[in-house]
């Protein structure tokens, strides 16, 4: 049921910032509330590769953990030091000193394919901790989300006192069941259905029927909203 009440939550606040409810139990706040210091960046100057999730400002919510919300800032979301990033009322870039929740980049509107979400606050695994954010792919009562790790990598050709530096990628995922703990998968029919771990039998066959390919993350996407279908009975 938790996916409906987030739902619900984003529903409930594009409608705060359009309509003006006074009547919404969440706190809106304006952009000169927003409490920032400034950016503790490390240089990406002489860097091949980009250390944002965008590189342009982007129009987004951000939802704090004390349920304050503020619509339609300028955030950047910087994957290398895991930082959201905004643009304050000088147009000074500021990282976000207040506890973060979660919050939307590209606010375009309730269920726009182009409205990424991300949350922190799931239980710590391995390097990650509660205030990790990870991208929320699927948001259902079991849900499957993304950790994108941005690194700098350092090469220095042999004889060469010239050294590159790029950032590379690397995209984990993992499913999160009512216990709130992240656990990591491999894109594959084995590795998902294994952390799922029940309707097993529904699943390979949807799986088979429909011809998924579990590399895709669109086709994962399918199979879990049809695990929440087969299973929201529960909820």
Known sequence: MKN???????????????????????????LTDLKGEVLRTMSYTEVTGSPYYMDAWTKGIVRFKDDRIINGVDLKYDQVQD????????????????????????FSGIGNANDKLFRSGFKPTGKNTEKTFYEILSDGNVKFIKK?????????????????????????????????LPVQVSKNEKSILAAIGDKNAELTAY??????????DSDILKLFEYYFEISKSKY
């Open 4 to 30: 409906l009440i987030d739902n619900k939550f984003w529903i409930a606040m594009l409608a705060f910032g359009l309509l003006g409810s006074a009547t919404l139990k969440a706190q809106q706040i304006n």
């Open 148 to 180: 994108t790790l941005k690194t700098i990598l350092e090469n220095k050709e042999f004889n060469s006192a010239t050294t590159t530096k790029k950032i590379v990628n690397r995209d984990i995922y993992y499913v999160v069941k009512a216990d709130n």
């Open 83 to 106: 930082l959201l990033l905004f643009l304050n009322a000088k147009g000074e870039t500021l990282e976000l000193t207040e506890p973060v929740l979660e919050f939307k980049l590209g």
């Open 207 to 216: 799986i088979k029927t429909n011809k998924l390919n579990l590399k895709e």
